[in-house]
């Protein structure tokens, strides 16, 4: 699978270039699915994903002018046959996951099949924001936060330290200076101190693409390499 972990989509023409690199053709050639399935743990889950689905949402995804898009939800899946979604997600060019709750997000990968069929999708593009980016790194930077949303009597919470796993790093989005609302580097820093491998800082105007587990920075804004 390639992937193009993003902090807020496509938000400029770097990350566009790298998107369509990693799909061959141009994104008016192809077709996606999106997964707004992050979004339901908050109050306000309902409408965020609509905005996901409608590309209304401050970071630019489904309105890139894709030849289809399609739309997935991961709570779904466990209830249908699989022959009535997996040939829809391998005939994806790309998978679009919208952002959210971590913890929530690899808990449906999981229990959906999903996170087992990714690694046999060779050419299809993961396209992750904020938490779908998080999701398929090793660890979840989001844990204290994710948990305030666990339902009483869920097992979901022993989960809660790591994700999928899917790539060998860890990833912080939203990386700000200091003051501004979202991560600030010296709160990354001691995060990443307990990690015990790469961790990338990004912020709104950059992208990580992996490709054969080999890593590389698209920005056009401020990104850190914090290694431990």
């Known amino acids: 699978m390639k992937l193009l972990l993003t902090s807020m989509g496509v938000t400029n023409p770097s990350i566009a270039e790298a998107l369509e690199r990693l799909l061959g053709k141009p994104i008016a050639e192809s077709s996606a699915l999106i997964i707004p399935t992050a979004a339901y743990p908050f109050a306000e889950g309902p409408w965020m994903a609509r905005e996901a689905i409608a590309g209304t949402a401050p970071g630019p995804l489904s309105e890139l002018g894709w030849r289809s898009l399609g739309v997935l939800e991961l709570t779904a899946l466990p209830t249908i046959r699989e022959e009535s979604w997996v040939p829809a997600v391998r005939d994806a060019d790309a998978l679009l996951v ?35 980016s998080i999701a398929v790194t090793s660890y979840n930077c989001d844990a204290e936060f994710d948990l305030q949303f666990v339902p009483d009597g869920s ?65 056009e804004g401020r990104w850190k390499l914090l290694q431990p």
Request: glycine share 14%; charged share 15%.
């Open 98 to 132: 919208w952002g959210g709750d971590v913890l929530y997000l690899c808990h449906w990968m999981r229990e959906s099949g999903l996170a087992d069929l990714i690694p046999s999708l060779s050419e299809t593009v993961y396209v992750g924001v904020s938490a779908g």
């Open 155 to 219: 097992d979901m919470a022993l989960e809660a330290e790591r994700t999928l796993g899917l790539v060998d790093i860890a990833l912080v989005p939203h990386l700000v200076g200091d003051g501004g609302d979202g991560a600030s580097l010296a709160g990354i820093q001691r995060w990443a101190a307990g990690i015990p491998g790469p961790t990338y800082a990004i912020d709104d105007a950059t992208a990580i693409v992996v490709v054969d587990g080999a890593v590389e920075v698209v920005s």
